[in-house]
């Protein structure tokens, strides 16, 4: 296949770059390195540095190389930003989606889109919460990505295409940013590896779905390869809380050092977890590394000095 990944050379894109060539399909990045780095893609890869708000462009892009599928990442992915500056949230989460929708269409593509699960459901949500919840996301970027979300449901209604959105939860492993929720994982990491004591903001029992990053590229391969479109969970079903990935991070080190406490930031939900059973039945994608396995191999690189081509 041919495949363009949007936000290829961001933390999950760059993995996802990486999978598709390992199984013999051919991939155009395009990327316009706000937040992505050159360093985390093979050399000779065909890197288009575009921004997605930017339609004529997006167009000429995908008319010139005429994709199968487009794996769709880029985004605006703080949600603190997205509180201070929703509008422009929303033109790169939602409008830059659209862009994409519309270029899909002139070439016969099929999207799959990187939503989220954690930001969507809100705090009243069951746990672990399905995919029929009525969302009620606690800032713009959730709602932007609902949004999305829905165009991608309304091409399919209007033009009979298969485009898929998948709500993952939090994605953690090598080539992550620190910031951001699961970027916590690498922060701790970097903090123990310097032998200083960790930040915990509140008590720590507030819990996320982790899952590791080779987990989720697996999810965006079984979507592409899928003829079936729709919205499916990506998480593994389980409550980690924070204070539980400190003695995970402890443990991968060989050491103890106790965390510090700080108070609870505004607006964070207390719980999160996502049911799978959907993207298991339907796409037979199943997460399958314990968070016991996945944070000693964060751990391992952070202790070799965060290179950005580390594998998944
Ligand atoms: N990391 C997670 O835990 C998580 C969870 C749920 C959903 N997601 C979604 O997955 C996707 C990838 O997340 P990530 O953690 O790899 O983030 P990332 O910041 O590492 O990657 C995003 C990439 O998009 C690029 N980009 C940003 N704005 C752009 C624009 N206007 N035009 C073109 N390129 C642009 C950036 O340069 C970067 O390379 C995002 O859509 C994010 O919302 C991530």
């Given at each position: 296949m041919h495949v363009i990944v949007t936000g290829g050379a961001g933390f999950i894109g760059s993995h996802i770059v990486d999978a598709l060539i390992e199984r013999g399909d051919t991939v155009t990045v395009v990327d316009n390195?706000?937040?992505?780095?050159?360093?985390?893609?093979?050399?000779d890869v065909d890197l288009r540095q575009v921004d997605i708000t930017d339609p004529d462009a997006i167009t000429s892009v995908v008319a010139d190389t005429r994709p199968e599928v487009i794996v769709h990442?880029?985004?605006?992915?703080?949600v603190r930003t997205s509180v201070t500056d929703p509008a422009h949230d929303a033109a790169v989460n939602i409008g830059g989606t659209i862009n994409l929708l519309e270029a899909a269409r002139g070439v016969g593509a099929k999207l799959v889109y990187a939503s989220t699960g954690g930001a969507l459901?809100?705090?009243?949500?069951?746990?672990?919460?399905?995919?029929h919840t009525l969302p009620e996301p606690e800032a713009p970027y959730g709602t932007a990505k609902h949004c999305a979300e829905q165009y991608l449901g309304l091409f399919n209604r209007l033009y009979g295409t298969q485009h898929a959105a998948l709500r993952m939860g939090n994605i953690y492993g090598p080539r992550q940013d620190p910031g951001g929720e699961a970027g916590v994982i690498g922060i701790f990491c970097g903090r123990i590896v310097a032998t200083e004591p960790p930040t915990i903001f509140g008590d720590g029992k507030a819990t996320r779905d982790y899952v590791y990053v080779a987990d989720a590229v697996e999810a965006f391969l079984a979507a592409a390869d899928s003829e079936r479109g729709g919205v499916w969970n990506i998480g593994t079903g389980r409550e980690t809380s924070v204070l539980e990935l400190v003695e995970h991070v402890c443990r991968s080190a060989g050491y103890d050092i106790a965390p510090v406490f700080a108070p609870a930031r505004a607006g964070e939900l207390q719980h999160s977890a996502l049911d799978v059973a959907a993207a298991e039945r339907d796409l037979g994608w199943k997460a399958t590394m314990p968070i016991k396995d996945g944070i000693p191999r964060v751990y391992e690189w952070v202790a070799n000095g965060q290179p950005d081509r580390a594998r998944r």
């Open positions: 390195l706000s937040s992505g780095r050159i360093a985390r893609l093979p050399a990442l880029a985004a605006q992915i703080d459901y809100g705090q009243h949500a069951p746990l672990p919460t399905p995919e």
